[in-house]
């Protein structure tokens, strides 16, 4: 156990080595990944399933990791080469769009919950662990909500009856939820949205104790992007959990999304960070993994991207706090990237005809390499 603690030292010790090269090359990956001491080699005698041909969710075990997916619910119904590796790969599964409110409460006090059933009924048909996304954000929210004109009391009543009745429609079915999306901009300020503007910046505490109210056995996360190193936005939102917790908010853990790109290079304190909220008392996650590639894409890049997930999963796994790392979509076939950014894209794991690329093959090392885990199950 101290010696796999020690074997991923290493490993994590290489990618940031590769990490701080990725920074200066800017736009292009001059040098391959380092390649890590031969995981495979003594799979037996680690006691754990040969990682050149075990499954993610299988290698995972005994680290206490759950490893899991966004899922895409269209795609769930239509493809079933999509569904066979979403139940064999991953351990826990996070709906990309069907919880978020466009999808829930399309008209005022009209609930729908259609399509997120189908995401509960394939998660427990298969075994896994559901993260629940999201009660409170700026986006995707229906017209009716961003078009009204609402008093303070008014907005504030909307949103305590969203979140009793989605926390409380799933009360028990959800392993942890992210109860409010980012609502910090990149300099540490809080976001400018509808919830702040209307309600104050009380609406985030108020969320959190309604969702322990409507399902008290949930993990409640607030969770963000750029927040996977120590930076302005980091160290504020780890100053509002802090005071939080102190004021006994019932907020439970904090989740990085982890959207990387491999043209900027990686945050090298990812683990740094995940500890510090940990000491806090909090579970952390790693909850949208990706790593983008502007396009076209070459293998050097593949590997670099290979470097962004490793980071990632090596980071958690070496932090006890850290209880899942989830990647937002497996497969390049059905992926927001390039609705975004549309110069990139290539991002997930697996390409568009369902070939593991080098980052699923780093995930099963990093896995495989990993120590066995007191982590909270
Ligand atoms: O539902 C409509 C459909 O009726 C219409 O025909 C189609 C045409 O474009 O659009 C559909 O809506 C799309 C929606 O996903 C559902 O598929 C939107 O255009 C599209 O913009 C939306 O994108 C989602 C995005 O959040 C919205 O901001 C992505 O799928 C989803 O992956 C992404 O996820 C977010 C996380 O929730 C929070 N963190 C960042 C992450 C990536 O942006």
């Known amino acids: 156990m101290q010696l796999g603690r020690k074997t991923l030292t290493a490993v994590v010790t290489g990618t940031l080595g590769v990490t701080l090269l990725a920074g200066a090359a800017a736009t292009s990956w001059a040098a391959p990944a380092k390649t890590p001491a031969p995981a495979a080699a003594h799979p037996g005698a680690r006691g754990v399933p040969d990682p050149t041909t075990a499954t993610l969710r299988q290698l995972a075990r005994h680290t206490k990791l759950e490893i899991g997916t966004a899922i895409d619910t269209a795609a769930l119904r239509n493809d079933a080469t999509y569904r066979e590796i979403a139940a064999r790969e991953f351990s826990s599964v996070t709906p990309e769009n069907v919880m978020k409110w466009y999808a829930t409460e399309p008209q005022r006090g009209q609930f729908d919950f259609t399509e997120a059933e189908q995401l509960m009924a394939f998660a427990a048909a298969n075994r896994q662990k559901v993260r629940g996304h999201v009660l409170v954000w700026h986006s995707q929210l229906p017209a009716w909500l961003t078009e009204g ?36 901009n990149d300099d540490g300020t809080l976001r400018d949205t509808i919830w702040l503007r209307t309600i104050g910046p009380s609406y985030i505490a108020d969320a959190f104790r309604w969702a322990h109210q409507a399902d008290p056995k949930a993990i409640l996360f607030y969770n963000d992007y750029n927040v996977e190193g120590i930076n302005a936005k980091s160290n504020a939102v780890y100053a509002l959990l802090r005071q939080l917790k102190r004021e006994g908010v019932p907020v439970e853990g904090f989740g990085a999304q982890g959207h990387l790109a491999t043209q900027y290079g990686f945050p090298r304190d990812v683990l740094e960070n995940l500890r510090r909220f940990g000491r806090l008392g909090l579970a952390t996650a790693i909850t949208e993994a990706d790593v983008r590639i502007v396009l076209p894409v070459d293998n050097a890049e593949r590997w670099a991207q290979a470097a962004g997930y490793s980071l990632m999963l090596e980071s958690c796994l070496l932090e ?21 950014f549309p110069e990139e894209g ?21 896995l495989a390499l990993a120590p066995h885990s007191g982590r909270r199950g």
């Open 320 to 340: 006890r706090s850290c209880i899942s790392y989830t990647v937002w979509g497996f497969t390049d076939r059905y992926q927001w990237v390039p609705g975004v």
């Open 346 to 366: 290539e991002a997930a794991i697996y390409d568009v005809n369902y070939n593991p690329k080098p980052a699923r093959d780093a995930m099963a090392r990093d």
């Open 149 to 184: 004109t609402w008093t303070r009391a008014e907005l504030r009543s909307i949103l305590r009856q969203h979140i009793l009745t989605v926390a409380g429609h799933f009360r028990g079915r959800i392993w942890a939820w992210d109860v409010v999306n980012e609502a910090f």
